[in-house]
């Protein structure tokens, strides 16, 4: 179990959440070790490209995207697709349970299998070496990264390098860290169909001389039209790119009330007096308003680019469009409370029918979680033993 608590990034230890929790903590001794999420994995095989799953193992559960910090293993990393299942929000609370029945996890090194993908971490000028293992699998795919200015062979797109990763083949990328910022990778290969089954993740680049805010989170934003999840696990529903409908929305592939689960969801933890730097990125094929309640931020980067100081100002919506990159900043100076932020598209901070749900997540002050909203929202997100 780690020790990490909230989204992925800078946040609490699992100590000091247990302390600011109080009464709550006590009930949750066993959390994170009894969801689905954290389930014994299962060996599987995958489908071939257009079909259906196969029968055989119960597949595993998806854990929590990690980071992965790739200047600290040599600058390299194995990432591997896996077939999973996937619980958005696996709970009866608040229009749930939402569950994708397929999809294609990646999971970095001996790590567990997570949509997103894990979060390749670097520095400035260390460039990375990033090993596609498809040996496991039974169809193509690449990795095509973004923000970073590198060789025509290793740019991912099969099409235009004539390099794809067949079943039980390897390949190395070189992926310079050249461009700094918080960017996107994903397969490349029918891009269409590989993404909404869930193969993408961040790729982060800090500058030289970088330093971390007192609270700093990743985040990626996704919209999903469930048909081709379900029709890869050989449900009989028609689906086509041409005509997607999403239905599930998330945030690190949650949607509430589990996107507010300390361990598999991803509650924006601070301390009052912090400054919290947000890292978001839209993974999905629809543009997201981001809203946050009662903190008005700053964009201080966009797509690997600084935003100069006298171009910043004070904002509480963002609209990032697929495949942007939006960091924000701002100071946690509210009443200490818990406080919403969400997509502004109010059909998409839904679960089915049943408002609210979706792409919503939450900024947390540590004050306020000994309170009995707290512990409420805790039990619709099911974090208890």
């Known amino acids: 179990m780690s020790d990490r608590i909230g989204a992925p990034g800078l946040g609490l230890s699992r100590r000091e959440f247990v302390a600011a929790t109080g009464g709550v903590a006590a009930l949750t001794g066993m959390a994170g070790c009894t969801s689905r999420g954290a389930q014994p994995s299962a060996e599987s095989t995958e489908p071939s490209e257009g079909g259906t799953e196969p029968s055989g193992p119960a597949l595993p559960w998806t854990s929590a995207p990690e980071v992965v910090q790739v200047d600290e293993q040599g600058g390299s990393v194995t990432l591997q697709s896996v077939t999973a299942q996937h619980a958005v929000h696996p709970m009866d609370s608040m229009g749930g349970p939402v569950e994708l029945p397929r999809v294609w996890a990646f999971k970095a090194d001996d790590g567990k299998p997570s949509v997103p993908g894990p979060i390749l971490r670097t520095t400035e000028g260390n460039d990375i070496e990033v090993t596609l293992d498809n040996t496991g699998n039974d169809h193509p795919h690449t990795l095509h990264f973004h923000g970073a200015q590198k060789t025509w062979e290793n740019d991912g797109v099969p099409t235009t390098t004539g390099i794809r990763v067949d079943p039980g083949e390897k390949h190395t990328y070189t992926i310079p860290a050249n461009v700094p910022g918080t960017h996107l990778y994903h397969c490349h290969y029918q891009t269409h169909r590989h993404i909404d089954m869930g193969m993408y993740g961040i790729f982060r680049v800090d500058p030289k001389g970088y330093e971390p805010a007192d609270k700093e989170y990743f985040f990626t934003l996704k919209d999903w039209d469930s048909r081709v999840n379900r029709q890869i696990a050989g449900e009989d529903v028609d689906y086509s790119p041409r005509n997607r409908n999403p239905d599930v929305f998330t945030i690190n592939g949650k949607?509430?009330?589990?996107?507010?689960?300390?361990?598999?969801?991803?509650?924006?933890?601070?301390?009052?007096?912090?400054?919290?730097?947000?890292?978001?990125?839209?993974?999905?094929?629809?543009?997201?308003?981001?809203?946050?309640?009662?903190?008005?931020?700053?964009?201080?980067?966009?797509?690997?680019?600084?935003?100069?100081?006298?171009?910043?100002?004070?904002?509480?919506?963002?609209?990032?469009?697929?495949?942007?990159?939006?960091?924000?900043?701002?100071?946690?100076?509210?009443?200490?409370?818990?406080?919403?932020?969400?997509?502004?598209?109010?059909?998409?901070?839904?679960?089915?029918?049943?408002?609210?749900?979706?792409?919503?997540?939450?900024?947390?002050?540590?004050?306020?979680?000994?309170?009995?909203?707290?512990?409420?929202?805790?039990?619709?997100?099911?974090?208890?033993?």
């Open 255 to 385: 949607s509430l009330p589990r996107t507010l689960h300390p361990e598999e969801g991803s509650p924006i933890i601070v301390d009052h007096g912090d400054t919290v730097r947000l890292h978001m990125v839209n993974a999905g094929y629809m543009s997201h308003p981001m809203h946050t309640h009662n903190h008005r931020f700053r964009l201080v980067e966009k797509d690997g680019g600084q935003v100069p100081e006298a171009a910043q100002y004070e904002q509480d919506v963002t609209n990032i469009a697929p495949a942007e990159r939006h960091t924000v900043e701002f100071e946690a100076n509210a009443d200490p409370g818990i406080y919403l932020m969400h997509c502004h598209k109010v059909n998409h901070a839904m679960n089915g029918d049943s408002y609210p749900g979706g792409m919503v997540n939450g900024i947390v002050y540590r004050d306020a979680m000994d309170t009995e909203v707290f512990a409420d929202l805790m039990e619709y997100a099911g974090y208890e033993s």
